[in-house]
C-alpha cells in the first residue's frame, strides 16, 4: 500500500526549533519529488516546500524562507522539515505529499497525488 | 491571501449540477500553468481530484470535470451527492512566487 506517515509535531515555544519527518512506504520514494503543505486551524491549505527526486531543487515559500529547510534520506526512505525560529503562524497541521507526474506526449503533469494523515504543529507559550 | 480567488461557499441539492471558479491572473493560469483540483474533508486530508486541467485519476467519479480559459478554471460536481460536501482547493503555479506552487483560497461545497 503507498503510504505517508508524519511525525514528530508537537507544542514549542516562539522562536523555538521542531523537525518533522514523513515516512514512505509502498512506492519508489527515490523517483519521486515530495511536498510539504500546511493548514492553519480552521484556514485552507498552504504550500510550504518543496525537494526534487534528485535532491538539487528546493523551493519554499516566502512565509518560512530562511527558516524551514526540506531534506530528504533515500536509504530510509523519509522526508523531512527543519523548523526554525518558529512563531505563532506557523501553528498548523503539517502534510507531506508525493508530487506525481503523468508524462505525455502533449505535456507533462505534475500533481500531488499522495498524502499523510499529518502532524500538528503548535507554537505557543 | 491567494493568488488563486475561489468563492468562499457553494451549495446545491442532492442531483444538481454546482461549478466552482477558481480565479488567477497572467502569471499563473494565465500564463498557461496547469490547474489541479483537491477535495478535502473536515478532519482528513487533501485528496486529488483533477490534475492537468481535466484529468481524472482513477478511482475519480466522472461525475467530477474540471476545465481551464484563460485566466481562470472551474471543477463543476454533477448528481450532486451528500458525500460530495467538503472543501475544494484548485492548485497551479505562479511564476510571481519563489516556490511556484500556489493553493486557492478554497470553497466550501454544501449538500442542502
Known amino acids: 500500500e503507498v503510504q505517508l506517515v508524519e511525525s514528530g509535531g508537537g507544542l514549542v515555544q516562539p522562536g523555538g526549533s521542531l523537525r518533522l519527518s514523513c515516512a514512505a512506504s509502498?512506492?519508489?520514494?527515490?523517483?519521486?519529488?515530495m511536498n510539504w503543505v500546511r493548514q492553519a486551524p480552521g484556514k485552507g491549505l498552504e504550500w510550504v516546500s518543496y525537494i526534487s527526486s534528485s535532491h538539487t531543487t528546493m523551493y519554499y515559500a516566502d512565509s518560512v524562507k530562511g527558516r524551514f529547510t526540506i531534506s530528504r534520506d533515500k536509504a530510509k526512505n523519509s522526508l523531512y522539515l527543519q523548523m526554525n525560529s518558529l512563531r505563532a503562524e506557523d501553528t498548523a497541521m503539517y502534510y507531506c505529499?508525493?508530487?506525481?507526474?503523468?508524462?505525455?506526449?502533449?505535456?507533462?503533469?505534475?500533481?500531488?497525488?499522495?498524502w499523510g494523515k499529518g502532524t500538528t504543529v503548535t507554537v505557543s507559550s | 491571501q491567494s493568488v488563486l480567488t475561489q468563492p468562499p461557499s457553494v451549495s446545491g441539492a442532492p442531483g444538481q449540477r454546482v461549478t466552482i471558479s477558481c480565479t488567477g491572473s497572467s502569471s499563473n493560469i494565465g500564463a498557461g500553468y496547469d490547474v489541479q483540483w483537491y477535495q478535502q474533508v473536515p478532519g482528513t486530508a487533501p485528496k486529488l481530484l483533477i490534475y492537468?486541467?481535466?484529468n481524472r485519476p482513477s478511482g475519480v467519479p466522472d461525475r467530477f470535470s474540471g476545465s481551464k480559459s484563460g485566466t481562470s478554471a472551474s471543477l463543476a460536481i454533477s448528481g450532486l451527492q451528500a458525500e460530495d460536501e467538503a472543501d475544494y482547493y484548485c492548485q497551479s503555479y505562479d511564476s510571481s512566487l519563489s516556490g511556484f506552487r500556489v493553493f486557492g483560497t478554497g470553497t466550501k461545497v454544501t449538500v442542502l
Open positions: 492537468g486541467n481535466s
Open positions: 505529499a508525493r508530487e506525481g507526474f503523468d508524462y505525455r506526449v502533449e505535456n507533462h503533469y505534475y500533481y500531488m497525488d499522495v
Open positions: 509502498g512506492f519508489t520514494f527515490s523517483a519521486y519529488g
